[in-house]
């Protein structure tokens, strides 16, 4: 993810549902901490103080994902994890990459 405009430019492959998908262009921001993704609004759930460990999910529930800057210690992801788990995410679902 880099900044372009108003939103982000979006560049990877992401692991849906058991299949890999491109997912690539511009993620306008629809509201604070609010992008939308081919079609789908993704929300911003969760960022620690730092900025290191990021916590993303769609508002349906469909699809949630945290991403770190490097190696995530095990205190940030517990907190991840809760925010899902609040948010009512099947966190048992949360797979590491």
């Given at each position: 993810?880099?900044?372009?405009?108003?939103?982000?430019?979006?560049?990877g492959?992401?692991?849906?549902?058991?299949?890999a998908?491109?997912?690539?262009?511009?993620?306008?921001?629809?509201?604070?901490?609010?992008?939308?993704?081919?079609?789908?609004?993704?929300?911003?759930l969760?960022?620690?103080?730092?900025y290191?460990?990021?916590?993303?999910?769609?508002?349906?529930?469909?699809?949630?994902?945290i991403?770190?800057?490097?190696?995530?210690?095990?205190?940030?992801?517990?907190?991840?994890?809760?925010?899902?788990?609040?948010?009512?995410?099947?966190?048992?679902?949360?797979?590491?990459?």
């Amino acid at each position: 993810m880099t900044p372009e405009g108003a939103g982000l430019r979006l560049s990877g492959t992401l692991c849906l549902a058991g299949r890999a998908e491109k997912v690539s262009g511009a993620a306008p921001m629809v509201g604070p901490g609010r992008l939308r993704i081919k079609g789908e609004d993704w929300w911003v759930l969760w960022v620690d103080s730092g900025y290191r460990t990021l916590a993303i999910g769609t508002p349906s529930g469909r699809f949630g994902l945290i991403l770190d800057r490097g190696a995530i210690p095990a205190d940030r992801l517990a907190a991840a994890r809760e925010i899902f788990d609040f948010n009512g995410y099947r966190t048992e679902a949360l797979t590491a990459l």
